[in-house]
Nanobody, 126 residues
Framework: QVQLVESGGGSVQAGGSLRLSCVASGYTYSRRPCMAWFRQAPGKEREGVAAVTTVGSTTYADSVKGRFTISQDNAKNTLYLQMNSLKPEDTAMYYC???????????????????WGQGTQVTVSS
């Protein structure tokens, strides 16, 4: 059973930084998944934040380009999201997601991802 467990969320002031982590476990596929981060704020639609393929190609939402960096440590089965220059509008529940097909491009389309973590809350105060 695939499990994605996020950590690293918290409360920071605007301009601060956080690093989210997501450990993937329980899968039996021989190849690595391609993964992404999504977020959802209360009353707002779910938004794709950043995605990465198995060979390291990345995609970012325009709202986070230049501030967030997605990376992965394949030896540790861990996905990261380094978030710098945080803004109050970054406040949301952040979710780690994974899929094992169509990993040729880093996608921010939520329906493509079959596996979702439980989320970690990020709150940015002004």
């Amino acid at each position: 059973q695939v499990q994605l467990v996020e950590s690293g969320g918290g409360s920071v002031q605007a301009g601060g930084s956080l690093r989210l982590s997501c450990v993937a476990s329980g899968y039996t596929y021989s190849r690595r998944p391609c993964m992404a981060w999504f977020r959802q704020a209360p009353g707002k639609e779910r938004e794709g934040v950043a995605a990465v393929t198995t060979v390291g190609s990345t995609t970012y939402a325009d709202s986070v380009k230049g501030r967030f960096t997605i990376s992965q440590d394949n030896a540790k089965n861990t996905l990261y999201l380094q978030m710098n220059s945080l803004k109050p509008e970054d406040t949301a529940m952040y979710y780690c997601v994974a899929k094992w097909y169509d990993c040729y491009s880093a996608s921010l389309s939520a329906p493509e991802y079959s596996y979702w973590g439980q989320g970690t809350q990020v709150t940015v105060s002004s």
